[in-house]
């Protein structure tokens, strides 16, 4: 059994018990979470999607932490004019572990 779930602008395809790395989200670890955004569930081939949600479905977890993604480095430069800059940053994420899913 899937879902297809939207949190926080991105879709997911989620499973009981897997983790799932979100954007940052509100929440202290080992607060309970649920989705109300489900597009899609399978529950073994029986398929349901909604228009646009899937009327009385939710998704449960458990936020296990937040973390910090790998950095990402920005070099510009433009020849022959002297311009070089470097930038980078580092991208905070959630994990998340599914707990079930409703529906």
Sequence with gaps: MYAIVEIAGQQFKVEKDRFIYTHQLAGNEGDS????????IDNGGAVRVGA???SGAKVEGKI???VRGDKVIVFKKKRRKGYQKSNGHRQCFTKIQIDAIIG
């Design 52 to 54: 646009p949600t899937v």
């Design 33 to 40: 979470i649920s989705f109300d955004k489900v597009l899609l």
């Design 64 to 66: 296990l932490s937040h």
